[in-house]
């Protein structure tokens, strides 16, 4: 008890210093407080040698119950108890003491602040990233949906597209198709459509059929299932075709009259064609073209003259004046070069046909003319031939154009022809038949030396020449 009441004045005597220190006050308290001292019969006993000690080396004190108690040996409070003792010590005293704690709750306060913005900071990342979660989440159960409920088309449909279903096709393989020809905008729509129908026979036959460019996949299904389409014929006309030989392909594939598409093939007229075009020479577009049963010669050739207008027409060309010389160039692309010079060597023809050019003064000069006009096929003729006037398609003898295209061009060469590479070039030659290796020349001198290597190479390989 004793023990506490010591304890508990010394804070009271702590709390007057801070109030008076907190007041800008000197310290209040002059002497200190009576000390819990034992062994007072010890301080009063005698000395160490057995005697008392002098009164003068004593000094006594009145306690709370006025008895005398030594003080001697006591402990002195320090100068500064009855003076002003420097802020600087005071503020000492008191952290020693535990009094100034304005820096503790100062530190409180900045690590209350770090730790609310660092749970800030941990709470907006958590939204941030819940938020990516949900995103992420959205747009891929979106795309999961679309998947398994692709887009239909509205309808109801544009260009007529002709589709063939062969033997031994599924109907995986036909929707797979139909949304590579863009008829459906997927291929489970289709087969979602099929199996929806009211047919009872769920089966698409063999056949050409005709649908529609972006339609919707229950109108192909309504086409396409247990539907026993007309049969049909078969064309295929092959590039560089001279018109003789497509119309006997025609024919043969038709079964129609000869005779009848050849005389049709003299009245271009009856085409929508110039009244410059004497035949269709070069009108009838390769490819494969299928017709039904009962179609009629002019349908057929129509169909073909009509592929070629659009194939001009995508090669920038609406004039049909200008669309036939296009395909006499073209055609003597087909004939003379391979697909991958067929532009430089449109660039060189231009440069021919130009009347002020000092290689071939307006000659075209090329050898598939000149056996086009004999009606042959090999590249082998006689110097007589070749100064021959007679033949009009001799391009060694007249200057410019040949009357017509030699044979069919494809899609390729049309464009080429439509769209020359503008060079320098006069001449060209192959001087490697295995690897197609093309030289072209400005100059006649350099073209000879050209020339000269191909016979080379010919020499070396007289197997392929």
């Known amino acids: ?47 160490s040698d057995g005697e008392a000690a002098p009164d003068a080396a004593l000094a006594t004190a009145d306690d709370q119950d006025g008895q005398q108690t030594h003080t001697r040996f006591l402990p002195t409070l320090a100068a ?3 003076a002003q003792t420097p802020v600087i010590e005071q503020q000492d005293a008191l952290h020693r003491n535990g009094l100034l704690d304005q820096d503790d709750e100062a530190s409180k306060k900045l690590r209350r602040k770090k730790t609310r913005r660092k749970r800030n900071l941990v709470m907006l990342a958590t939204v941030v990233i819940f938020a990516l979660v949900v995103a992420g989440s959205f747009y891929f159960v979106k795309s999961l949906v679309k998947q398994f409920n692709p887009d239909d088309y509205p309808g109801p449909g544009g260009a007529t597209v002709e589709f063939t279903v062969e033997d031994g096709w599924g109907l995986g393989a036909i929707s797979r198709k139909l949304e590579d020809l863009d008829v459906i905008s997927n291929d489970k729509l289709l087969i979602k459509a099929v199996e929806n129908s009211e047919r009872a026979n769920k089966v698409v036959h063999p056949g050409t059929y005709q649908l529609k ?47 009848d598409l050849e005389k049709l093939a003299g009245q271009p007229e009856k085409f929508g064609l110039p009244s410059s075009v004497p035949n269709l020479e070069g009108w009838l577009h390769p490819g494969e073209y299928r017709f039904a049963l009962d179609s009629t010669p002019k349908d057929v050739l129509a169909k073909m003259v ?63 003319t000149v056996i086009y006009g004999l ?48 060079n320098g070039y006069y001449y060209w030659v192959t001087v490697n038949i295995e690897t197609g290796e093309t030289k072209f020349a400005s100059s006649y001198a350099e073209h000879q030396r050209n020339q000269a290597e191909f016979r080379a190479w010919c020499q070396q390989n007289s197997d392929v020449c």
């Open 306 to 368: 009509r592929s070629t207008k659009n194939t001009l027409k995508d090669a920038g060309i609406t004039d049909l004046e200008k669309g036939y010389r296009t395909l006499k160039v073209a055609s003597i692309l087909q004939a003379e070069a391979r697909e991958k010079d067929y532009a430089t060597v449109a660039g060189a023809i231009e440069n021919r046909l130009n009347p002020a050019n000092k290689e071939t003064h307006g000659l075209l000069q090329v050898d598939s």
């Open 375 to 422: 009606d042959r096929y090999s590249l082998q003729f006689s110097q007589a031939e070749r100064k021959d006037a007679g033949n009009k398609y001799n391009t060694y003898v007249h200057k410019g154009l040949t009357p017509t295209p030699i044979g069919s061009p494809a899609t390729s060469a049309i464009k080429a022809a439509a769209n020359p590479q503008s």
């Open 80 to 82: 500064a108890h009855t």
């Open 213 to 259: 460019s972006q339609m919707p996949a229950a109108d192909a299904a309504e086409i396409l299932v247990d539907n026993r389409p007309g049969k049909v014929f078969y064309i295929g006309l092959k590039a560089n075709l001279r018109l003789n030989a497509a119309l006997e392909e025609i024919a043969k594939g038709s079964g129609l009259k000869l005779a």
């Open 1 to 47: 008890m004793r023990e506490e009441a010591r304890q508990e004045r010394q804070r009271e005597t702590l709390r007057a210093l801070y109030e008076s220190f907190a007041a800008g006050q000197g310290l209040p308290i002059a002497e200190p407080s009576t000390p819990e001292l034992t062994g007072l019969d010890h301080y009063l006993g005698a000395s």
